[in-house]
């Protein structure tokens, strides 16, 4: 890559004069890059003890917000099972975490604000008022592991 860079904007004469030959010119490329912009100097973070006192977060309640179920149907727990396995995925979770900016500058008590886009989707199985105790019991504890995972 070449080229010259004269003076930061390369509106000087000599790279005016330049601009009329076949000389590379580039302005921004090439040389050390100018200083920090603005007019403040640079705040150095070693003598700051930058300390998050208070995190604010909207997703509670509820936590994580619950979309409307996954329905399966099937009269029984094996019918229910052979439903959820046609799909690509049992249930949904996931989302986002984004935090508010934290201004610059060298106070010590910092609360930080967060935002959530989660999503929770399990599955709901039609024909769970019909079924047996102990098929309520097995369904339960799927839909529990599921949570968790």
């Not at 000087?12 to 100097?41: E, K, M, W, Y």
């Not at 604000?113 to 339960?140: C, D, F, I, Q």
């Amino acid at each position: 890559m070449g080229g010259v860079r004269i003076g930061i904007l390369g509106l000087d004469a000599d790279a005016l004069a330049r601009a009329d030959s076949d000389a590379p010119i580039d302005v921004l490329g090439g040389g050390d890059p100018p200083g920090i912009l603005g007019v403040d100097s640079a705040i150095p973070l070693d003598d700051i003890q930058r300390v998050i006192a208070k995190v604010t977060k909207d997703w509670d309640p509820p936590s994580p917000r619950t979309t409307p179920p996954i329905v399966v149907a099937g009269a029984t727990l094996e019918k229910a099972a052979e439903q959820l396995n046609k799909l690509a995925e049992w249930g949904e979770g996931g989302g986002s975490l984004r935090t508010d900016p934290i201004a610059a500058g060298n106070s010590t008590n910092l609360t930080v604000t967060m935002h959530a886009n989660l999503v929770r989707r399990l599955p709901s199985w039609s024909g769970y008022a019909k079924a047996s105790p102990a098929t309520k019991a097995e369904w339960n504890q799927m839909v529990r592991k599921l949570a968790a995972h």
